[in-house]
C-alpha cells in the first residue's frame, strides 16, 4: 500500500515539475517565459503566443516613436474593445525603469472572450500586452499558465 501510493505521488511530481517547463522567448527590447510546447510567431513586429490548441493567445506589440500623450492610453485601451466601461476601469501604476504600467480586465459577451490587457509607456516608447481566451478555457490550468506568461514579460530598456 505504501509503495503504490508513493508511485502515485512520484507520479504526480513529475507530471507538474514537466508541465511547468518553460523557454524564454527573447526579443532585443523584451523577454517572455513562454510554456514549452506553446508556439511564437512574430508578424512585422507582433508578436502571439499560443498553446498548439489555438484556444487563446497572448499578444505583443511594440511601439517605438509614438506621439500619444499619457492622459490618452486609458481612452486608447478602452477604445481598443469598443468598450463601454469608465477611464477609471483602466488601473495606473508607475513602474520600473520609468515607465507607467496600465492595466484592464474586459470580458466581450458577444464573442465569449476574455481580455487581459497591459501597457507599459514612457515617452514615445510604448508596449502592450494582452491575453485573449475563450470563456469556456478560462479556468484551471489554461488561466495560470496564460498569467503566469503575461506576468513574467520583462522590458529589458
Request: glycine content about 4%.
Amino acid at each position: 500500500m505504501i509503495k503504490h501510493s508513493l508511485f502515485i505521488l512520484l507520479l504526480f511530481l513529475g507530471y507538474f515539475s514537466s508541465a511547468q517547463k518553460k523557454q524564454t522567448y527573447e526579443n532585443p527590447n523584451y523577454s517572455i517565459s513562454v510554456p514549452e510546447g506553446w508556439v511564437a510567431m512574430n508578424e512585422t513586429d507582433i508578436v502571439n503566443i499560443f498553446p498548439t490548441s489555438q484556444i487563446g493567445a497572448i499578444t505583443i506589440s511594440e511601439y517605438h516613436d509614438l506621439n500619444l500623450p499619457a492622459a490618452e492610453i486609458k481612452k486608447f485601451i478602452l477604445a481598443l474593445y469598443q468598450s463601454p466601461d469608465e477611464e477609471n476601469k483602466v488601473k495606473s501604476t508607475k513602474s520600473k525603469k520609468g515607465y507607467t504600467e496600465y492595466f484592464y480586465e474586459y470580458f466581450d459577451e458577444k464573442e465569449k472572450l476574455f481580455w487581459i490587457t497591459k501597457v507599459f509607456q514612457k515617452d514615445k516608447e510604448m508596449y502592450l500586452i494582452s491575453i485573449n481566451c475563450g470563456e469556456k478555457y478560462w479556468n484551471g490550468n489554461y488561466m495560470s499558465l496564460f498569467n503566469e506568461t503575461f506576468n513574467s514579460f520583462k522590458i529589458k530598456k
